[in-house]
């Protein structure tokens, strides 16, 4: 599906369309959430590294489950197994409370910043 970013986006951010009809990180921590990530725009050769600035065309995935997604997460190690859940900025971490929206098919430890992680939808 195809929307406008209402805001700098990443490819691999979790998104929520908001009343405009614009693609907005998912800013809502541990609260259910339709799944949606952001794609890259391959179609005009930019990658998995180029965001999306507010106004530009954007390529959101509803993705299926059991569909692997290339997302991102933040903050504390992400071992093989556990269960995540949004962060409230885009990102995803592991499930503290509410609902699990996808395990981590991979270790991964994002340190103060941000780090790309392999995730099985649920």
């Not at 990530?37 to 990658?47: A, P, Q, S, T």
């Not at 569909?67 to 592991?94: F, R, T």
Request: overall charge negative.
């Amino acid at each position: 599906m195809r929307s406008i970013a209402g805001g700098t986006i990443k490819p691999g951010h979790l998104v929520k369309i908001d009343a405009s009809d614009n693609a907005v990180v998912h800013a809502d921590a541990d609260d259910p959430v339709l799944v949606q990530f952001v794609l890259e725009d391959e179609l005009r050769g930019k990658g998995i590294d180029d965001n999306y600035t507010s106004g530009a065309l954007v390529f959101v995935w509803v993705p299926y489950r059991g569909d692997i997604v290339n997302a991102l997460c933040k903050g504390e190690a992400i071992s093989k197994g556990d269960m995540l859940q949004s962060n409230g900025d885009g990102a995803l971490k592991k499930l503290a409370t509410g609902t699990a929206i996808a395990q981590a098919t991979e270790a991964v430890t994002p340190g103060d910043g941000e780090a790309r992680i392999q995730v099985r939808i649920l």
